[in-house]
């Protein structure tokens, strides 16, 4: 079983700055790519950004200079440092991992909310 921990989220005022962390555990060969979505109240799930095992990404045009995805591939770790956030940027973010010969992995999720 592969299991995917998300931490890092809480409140911040608007502008402020935090760092989301996903670490992977469990029994795999190889994962593909990392990426972080979020939901909010009433909202589909969406895609903020991802990034493959070789350092390609790709960001939501909402996030777009505002977030960064990095990875570190030997700690089976992703990241989401997240700049200038506004309340729309509240959500419940999720941490997902595509794993080889297994599929796609969700984490529980942490809660940002940014309000004044």
């Known amino acids: 079983q592969v299991k995917l921990v998300e931490s890092g989220g809480g409140l911040v005022q608007p502008g402020g700055s935090l760092r989301l962390s996903c670490v992977a555990s469990?029994?795999?060969?190889?994962?593909?790519?990392m990426g972080w979505y979020r939901q909010s109240p009433g909202k589909q799930r969406e895609l903020v950004a991802d990034?493959?095992?070789?350092?390609?990404?790709q960001y939501a045009d909402f996030v777009r200079g505002r977030f960064t995805i990095s990875v570190d591939n030997a700690k089976n770790m992703v990241f989401l440092q997240m700049s200038n956030l506004k309340p729309e940027d509240t959500a419940v973010y999720y941490c997902?991992?595509?794993?080889?010969?297994?599929?796609?992995?969700w984490g529980q999720g942490t809660q940002v909310t940014v309000s004044s």
């Open positions: 469990g029994t795999f060969r190889e994962i593909n790519g």
């Open positions: 990034i493959t095992a070789t350092g390609s990404t």
């Open positions: 997902n991992a595509d794993v080889l010969w297994y599929g796609g992995v």
